[in-house]
Nanobody
Framework: RLVESGGGSVQPGASLRLSCVGS????????IGWFRQAPGKEREGVSC????????IYTDSVKGRFTISRDNAKNTVYLQMDSLKPEDTAVYYC???????????????????????WGQGTQVTVSS
């Protein structure tokens, strides 16, 4: 499974770094996505990084503020979140793209259903 950490309550403009660790699961073998779900809203994709770490994609609302990275030797993926806004408030989840036979290593054309292994989530609250 995957285990997220690093969430918390911060003021607007602050930074947080989320971590996603593979616990008994080989995170290094898959593209990994970060998702978030705010109360009353659907889960949305935030970012995704390829298995090798050489490519990443971001949803428009976080471009220029969030950075995804990975350290496969540590079986860990990170999400650095800067210039946080109240609208970033949500539970953040990481997930592995292991529910698709062919494109497990890439973020290309990734859909929510492609991600089969999920963490329990970590709460991020941005409020003044």
């Amino acid at each position: 499974r995957l285990v997220e950490s690093g969430g918390g309550s911060v003021q607007p403009g602050a930074s947080l770094r989320l971590s996603c660790v593979g616990s008994g699961w080989r995170l290094a073998g898959f593209a990994i996505g970060w998702f978030r779900q705010a109360p009353g809203k659907e889960r949305e994709g935030v970012s995704c990084i390829s298995m090798s770490g050489d490519s990443a994609i971001y949803t428009d609302s976080v471009k220029g503020r969030f950075t995804i990275s990975r350290d496969n030797a540590k079986n860990t993926v990170y999400l650095q979140m800067d210039s946080l806004k109240p609208e970033d408030t949500a539970v953040y989840y990481c997930a592995g793209r292991d529910n698709t036979g062919t494109y497990y290593y890439s973020c290309d054309n990734a859909q929510l259903g492609d991600f089969g292994t999920w963490g329990q989530g970590t709460q991020v609250t941005v409020s003044s």
